[in-house]
């Protein structure tokens, strides 16, 4: 029995998320229908965490235990060969028994992508979130250094999750913007349930005063979803990497 561990891009526009669901197009379904083809065995892989419904990724991880004799590296040739264009493989590789994509994470990396002007792009509109009103980049910036370190996150989780330790550090936070484009970049130990989306929709509605740049400490320490901003809308969200 062998331990595969797959790095996947995929544009998750018509996706209906990460995991598998029942007459849903998603990405977990997808890898598993052609790797029952390419090994004829049904397999259950277990990626490295849940992306929502038109969220990407430049590196998703995924883990699985197959019997099959390809292998390691043919892995990604093969399931390249019939996968949809909208998945790549960019690499497989065997890793030990006791490795699993989720479980064995100690870290991740996002970023997100703001499109900001007044008219919306055609070309951008399903890979960034289109904020039509002038962001103050600096204020946003300044107002971002408060998420760093190790913090009760509670109130950028998305009301009524059952998660009940809400305790996370981030470890870096940058921004920077290239004419129309505006990159956020976060990385920490862990992330709620739209915890990115909400810390960026916070970041965009202090960037346009709605919101005080100095508000997110007491964000913080309310515990409270409602005092956050709103959530940016998923197709901005991109997960760049998984630590191991």
């Not at 990724?57 to 060969?81: C, Y």
């Not at 019939?82 to 590789?93: G, H, Q, V």
């Not at 992508?113 to 002038?134: A, P």
């Not at 103050?136 to 250094?145: G, H, Q, V």
């Amino acid at each position: 029995m062998k331990n595969i561990r797959l790095t996947i891009e995929y544009d998750g526009t018509r996706f209906n998320g990460w995991q598998k669901q029942p007459n849903q197009r998603t990405i977990q379904g997808e890898i598993e229908k052609a790797l029952k083809k390419i090994t004829n065995q049904e397999v259950c892989i277990h990626g490295s965490g849940r992306t929502d419904k038109g969220v990407h990724a430049r590196g998703q991880v995924a883990s699985f235990h197959t019997q099959s004799r390809i292998p390691e590296d043919r892995f990604k040739v093969a399931l390249n060969s019939i996968l949809p264009k909208d998945i790549t493989i960019k690499n497989s590789e065997q890793v030990n028994n006791d490795f699993h994509a989720r479980f064995s994470a100690i870290g991740k990396e996002y970023s997100f992508l703001i499109y900001n002007h007044r008219i919306r792009s055609s070309l951008v509109r399903e890979y960034s979130y289109h904020v039509k009103y002038d962001l103050n980049i600096e204020r946003m910036k300044r107002a971002s250094e408060d998420f760093i370190g190790e913090h009760d996150f509670r109130s950028f989780m998305t009301s009524g999750s059952s998660i009940k330790d809400t305790v996370r550090r981030i470890d870096k936070f940058t921004i920077n913007r290239d004419n129309n484009i505006i990159k956020l970049r976060v990385s920490g130990n862990g992330f709620l349930y739209n915890m990115v989306r909400i810390m960026t929709g916070t970041l965009i509605d202090i960037g346009c005063g709605k919101l005080s740049e100095d508000i997110i400490p007491s964000i913080l320490n309310s515990r409270k979803r409602d005092n956050a901003g709103h959530t940016a809308k998923p197709q901005g969200l991109y997960l760049e990497k998984v630590f191991y």
